[in-house]
């Protein structure tokens, strides 16, 4: 079937501008999580949501950066004002549940560049 | 508080040894603990992972990693690399009753096949 999906695969943008980078979950999974990965680094975790809902977003790095899945099952992540700082990989997860036994499915990532 | 610590940043075999990348894990409560890879230009992919189960446990590819509690160790290996190996590997670390805030990623050691 279907694995998640995340679209742009690239992105490079200016200093200042914002940016929507999108993700489409394995469908019928509830839990969907979003990562950044720098160069060299694994995944660092930002948010997830359990259906509609942000159950914990206490890795969002400040207020320029915020999620939405207004119906459960898309994901969108937005950043207003990027920097140089905000260029990585990220990455979205999903898996039919939320908890820290279960299996996560990644897509292939969003690679954002900011110049 | 939990951590990972991915003993090796790169590894490189010849092609039909044995592979052996290594996990230390720190968790205060019953870990659960996994193996991702990453290709290039792919998502990340699970290899196996171990909820309390059996110690040994198989993975994909030929894959198989053993949880130790007594060492905190979560070593993955493979008795005979083939080239197709050649990629990131992660591991991972979370608390079977957690939310998905816990589940940590380590920095990631990189497997190199010489043939």
């Known amino acids: 079937g279907a694995g998640v999906s995340q679209t742009p695969s690239n992105k490079v943008t200016e200093k200042g501008k914002y940016v929507e980078l999108r993700c489409d979950p394995i469908?019928?999974?509830?839990?969907l999580y979003w990562y950044r990965q720098s160069l060299g680094q694994g995944p660092e975790f930002l948010i997830y949501?359990?259906?509609?809902?942000?159950?914990?977003d206490s890795g969002l790095p400040n207020d320029r950066f915020f999620a939405v899945r207004p119906e459960g099952s898309v994901s969108t992540l937005k950043i207003q004002r990027t920097e140089r700082g905000d260029s990585a990989v990220y990455l979205c997860?999903?898996?039919?549940?939320?908890?820290?036994?279960?299996?996560?499915?990644f897509g292939p990532g969003t690679r954002l560049t900011v110049l | 508080a939990q951590s990972v610590t991915q003993l090796d940043s790169h590894v490189s075999v010849s092609e039909g040894t044995p592979v052996l990348l290594r996990c230390n894990y720190s968790?205060?409560?019953?870990?659960?603990l996994f193996w991702y890879v990453q290709h290039p230009n792919k998502g990340l992919q699970l290899l196996l992972k171990?909820?309390?189960?059996?110690?040994l446990v198989k993975g994909i590819n030929g894959f198989e990693a053993e949880f130790k509690k007594s060492e905190t160790s979560f070593h993955l290996t493979k008795p005979s690399a083939h080239m197709s190996d050649a990629a990131e590997y992660f591991c991972?670390?979370?608390?079977?009753?957690?939310?998905?805030?816990?589940?940590?990623f380590g920095s990631g050691t990189r497997l190199s096949i010489r043939p």
């Open positions: 997860a999903s898996s039919p549940n939320a908890g820290g036994r279960d299996t996560q499915y």
């Open positions: 469908s019928g999974h509830t839990a």
């Open positions: 968790s205060s409560y019953s870990p659960s």
């Open positions: 171990y909820t309390s189960a059996a110690t």
């Open positions: 949501f359990q259906g509609t809902g942000a159950a914990d």
């Open positions: 991972v670390v979370s608390d079977n009753y957690s939310s998905a805030s816990k589940i940590i």
